[in-house]
């Protein structure tokens, strides 16, 4: 890559956002948003699944005005993708969350605010934009209703319940790092600025995190709130079905972005056999290896209703703020507009329509 | 590569005239002809998807006289294979579309004149040789309506209806080059030396073409041309069968060269459905990816009547002019020949019938 | 790799173990360990193999605890994996054997006895732990008697019969390092120390061993030793099938670590056709190209009842003794205890119905 | 490879004589073997086929003696290979076909004269071992039933008519290096010392061979010569069909090393649809691309009775003479031997039995 590629006004992908802020933040921090688990088998085959699909794109079909809207999880969205659950997003941004939340919102898509948030919820809001709570199942039942009474009163859409962790996947960058959470970046929705750090991030989510989760559990989720509950973190059709006999109002088919399981299935792999066992209406979200629009219109046309992007937007962050974020995501739907009119798809119904090879 | 391969005459395949060519050209010019869409992800499946298939060649044939006369388009040709329409010539080499076409004449193929011409249709054709006529669906009709008459009166074949522009596809070479036409090279077809040039060629192309191409459109050209009408751009089976419905004299099984729908499918993947959607009597051209006399035959093998050549010719242009040209169309032939000798293939139909593993 | 992750704390991945021993032990040693037969197709293939699958894994199953508990052809084990025989372990630290067993007894794991051990059996089972014990068919029938009549006192649980040796694999590592064993490092079991050594290990091998080992001798081990036999290095289903009809207790699938026939199918792919041959009850385990917890589980969820593990314990064992091995048996546990937490695994009859890609 | 890895005893797999030989030779010579047509797409493929199967050994079957006595096409053989028909050995070793037939000789295995030897055949014979005669279809009908008589002389067992040539395949190596034959290497059994050379052996091919070879010609060649007629170069299973109608004794499948049509099929990978084409019962020899000892099993296992060596030989005489080509196979012998003995294959119609994946 060429020196001006560098420069902000020629970052041109999401590839170029992720090389660029390599040198905008420390390499642990880089590190622990780029890495994955284990050997990083599944990181690296998110993105390759997507490489290795081709679309069979259909011609003279008048394509002069594409629409994208559509709805995500109970919240109108400009576009089929919103920003996923990300924790401590302060450690990539001074602003964070509050940076992220602020690009979604000027690029008219919603934002998942996360359990594990480096600045709290409430302040997160504030600045306007369509939510969703990202929910992890804590040992503290009184904070986790609290926080679930917070995510109704902040007019989130959607509750969405991270299956997949913890434990935390074993993620070796960190290790070869020592990588810990600096002093100021801390879960501002769980513990206060002076309570003491835990030893590390895992450790910490061990300490806060309830393993004994299952499906009864999803019971008293729906006891303390009157939100859409999504499952995040299923891959096995069995666990959709599942889903949906206990009430799920949708499924975020999702690896964790390869940083949970390593050698987990990809989501775009195992995505047509979810929605074959779900059914045609039960809202899909994909995520894990979306890192252009065209991968976003692979999802649709293999049976998703729309994504979440992980990655792209934290480099995003950490390059430039709130328009580092603003930027990808604008790439990313120039993007989704030049698949769509090459491709002869209008809508959002139309592209999952697409014939993918 | 030894040095002295890059000198004219040890120039002995077409990778070696794309080597040789970047040298001859400004870097910016040899990436616009050189690069494509999005992560080029389709232009080097376009190439590998020739090297991955194998031939079971026939022998004890008798090939002393082999013999690659065929008609394309209703054009007599000595081989089959003919030149793709390609914009703006000039970029290339002063000579622009008159050496390229000059080469073709010389040859014995017929050469696909482009709307987007850097020389007027009207001195491209007057040295001579078989021609087809490239069409962009223009916003301006009148304009159409003229260069359809021009092509029927200066002798051309057929009209080509490329369908798979605009819009252009993201080309980020392009972008990262900020490449724009220098002043002396416009479509002369369309434009006169005194216009204003638009910001970039994906901008001009913006405002000169009209996106709401449809099939009902095809229509408005057979009421203004009496030529054999062919469709340029099509991968999906079922628009192929649109195509014969809607009275197409033939298609071009191409994706543009990888340059429109980044991950579109290649066309020899897809050929044989599109083979088997219209029946065995529609003429099907393919183009995209053939680099060899041997990538030749192999389309043939797959279904395919003859073939467009693209980049090589523009290589060896670059190279040296109709010069280079020739040269390049002489190494296919070479090629062509030595293969279908060596399978056992003494006529096109006799390599229509050629197995590919 | 950066120079701190060769110190002891910072090997994390047994990938770290192996490349860290390469600065331990001198080159013709490791190279005796870590390479194969041929051209080291099946060793290559043997991790690949693991590496390609994928885990469907399954949530919201309440992990809070994970028992991995099982029984190793006899034995109790506190993991689903036992180390393999290997022998001459002397070459790679000076306490041999007894340094790898006492690590397999502290990480509550068997150890597999060999034959050519370079410390007499006895010494070894000294300092405790579960054994068995491998025996390769030589022609000293009256030697073989004595070893199985220790195998026996010394309580071994079963006696592993290894079948895809002699001859040995040729090993050009081997033959271009011009390997030979130093003086003081000899088959204990077989030889004393006095005995004058033969040209190579190849050499010595072919001169001890007797190659007309056939089905009918397992008879003779039977009548000589009442403990379970097990037959070690079988890949074909119909061996396996003759394995059950001869009345063996076990079967330990296996390449040998590609150390023997070179291009020889890898234990992973020919496991599933294996369990169907021989049925869901008799005990089957699986070595040749573990290297991590996931691969133990992928083993169990393809049809494996456990696993050895065979170079990853000698590289700790070259890097630091009883603690090397001790720390490479740490990790793999800690590995498999991650992927069954993250997969939604409790036990190890729940990691056999996992779903693997 | 280390520095003493070339010296003649640190040989010792076929790729180091491969290696070892490009010192020992001109370039442009040791490419003259070692490339192929075109992009030597065929001739990569050739030897990665065989490096993608993995075999399935048998076990527990008393392999103390092997025995690899087979008959190739009429010929008693101690192995299952032959010396491959190779033109103008005198370019790589002053005593040429001499040194190479001494070699086979001195292995016990057959030696096929070639009609471009650069040594008359009645030279070569004199030397001992058994002999194939190789014929090209010659524009000189009168030269052809001299040379045919001839080897029916000297005790050739059978004829084996190549198919696959002419024409000569496009060598882009031999066009880059301008490679030509020294003044006094020439085809000695078509041309006298005095001869003047042709232009390059393309030309000079193309004068005296004839290209209209068809399956009547089999007839002729019945009529001059009374030894069995093998066809070399089949690889479509219904021109081996048409061999046998034809009454041909037998098939060397082969794509000529990949020297004729680039992207031919792989003699490998056609064999089994050869073998179902012929029946159990017709000789076939298999040749392009064996460079071990367990290539040759791997032929066996999947169809041919035997297989021929075709650049292994070359190289061995480029390192030394008769001593090198010596080496050569016994390094194939002996991996034989290891792969059959380590397979539980004793003979070789055990060898064809084997299971391959
Ligand atoms: C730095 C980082 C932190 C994350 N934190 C959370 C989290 O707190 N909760 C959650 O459900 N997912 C979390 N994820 C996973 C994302 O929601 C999402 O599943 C994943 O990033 C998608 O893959 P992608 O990054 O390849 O797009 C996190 C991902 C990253 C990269
Ligand atoms: C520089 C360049 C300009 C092109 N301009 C046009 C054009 O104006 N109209 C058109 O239909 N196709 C155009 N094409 C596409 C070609 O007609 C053809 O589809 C493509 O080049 C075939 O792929 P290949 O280059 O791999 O042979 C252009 C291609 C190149 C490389
Ligand atoms: C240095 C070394 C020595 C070995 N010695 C023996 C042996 O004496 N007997 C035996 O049955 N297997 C022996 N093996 C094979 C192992 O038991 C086991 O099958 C193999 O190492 C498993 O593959 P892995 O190393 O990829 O885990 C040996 C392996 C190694 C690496
Ligand atoms: C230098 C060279 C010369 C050859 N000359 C002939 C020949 O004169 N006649 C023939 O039938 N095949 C000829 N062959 C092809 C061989 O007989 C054989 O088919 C081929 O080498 C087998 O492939 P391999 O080299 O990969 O073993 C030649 C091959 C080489 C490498």
């Keep these: ?60 079909r008048e394509t002069s005005s594409i629409d994208t809207r559509t709805t995500i999880l109970g919240a109108e969205s400009g576009k089929p993708f919103a920003i996923a659950p990300m924790a401590l997003q ?28 480096s600045i709290e919820m409430a302040k997160v809001v504030e600045h306007g934009g369509q939510f969703f709570f990202q929910l992890y199942w804590l040992r503290d039942r009184g904070l986790m209703a609290e926080m679930l009474a917070g995510a109704e009163t902040f007019g989130c859409r959607a509750v969405i319940l991270t299956v997949d962790a913890p434990p935390l996947g ?78 799920a109002d949708g499924i975020v088919v999702s690896n964790h972005g390869g940083r949970q399981l390593d050698q987990a299935v990809t989501s775009l792999e195992v995505l047509p056999l979810i929605r074959e066992a779900v059914g045609p209406d039960l ?32 480099w995003g962050l950490a390059v430039a703020g709130a328009d580092g974020v603003s930027q990808v995501l604008g790439i990313l739907e120039a993007e989704l507009l030049d698949a769509m009119s090459l491709s002869g798809t209008r809508t959002i119904a139309e592209a999952k329509e697409l014939a993918v090879w």
């Design 1 to 60: 890559m060429r020196e001006r590629d560098m420069q902000p006004d020629h970052l041109v992908t999401v590839a170029d956002f992720q090389e660029a802020s390599r040198h905008a933040i420390s390499e642990p921090a880089w590190d622990y948003i780029t890495g994955g688990s284990g050997d990083e088998i599944t990181v690296r085959a998110n993105t390759s699944v997507f490489e290795e699909r081709r679309i069979l794109p259909r011609m003279l």
């Design 90 to 117: 302060r450690l990539f941004h001074p602003e964070g969350e509050i940076a992220t939340a602020r690009a979604a919102a000027r690029n008219d898509i919603p934002f998942s605010l996360a359990t594990l948030s």
């Design 170 to 247: 074993h993620r070796l960058r960190d290790v070869r790092n020592g990588f810990r959470l600096p002093d100021d970046v801390y879960p501002a929705n769980i513990v206060s600025e002076d309570d003491e750090a835990a030893e590390s991030l895992r450790d910490s989510v061990d300490l806060t995190f309830d393993t004994s989760l299952n499906w009864d559990d999803l019971e008293w989720i729906k006891e303390h709130c009157s939100l859409p509950l999504v499952i995040k973190g299923l891959l096995h059709p069995d666990d959709a079905r599942a889903a949906v006999e206990h009430g």
């Design 283 to 314: 809202e899909l979200v994909l995520d894990s290896g979306v890192r252009s629009g065209r991968d976003v219109l692979l999802a649709l046309a293999r049976g998703a209703d729309s994504v979440f992007i992980g990655r792209p937007a934290l």
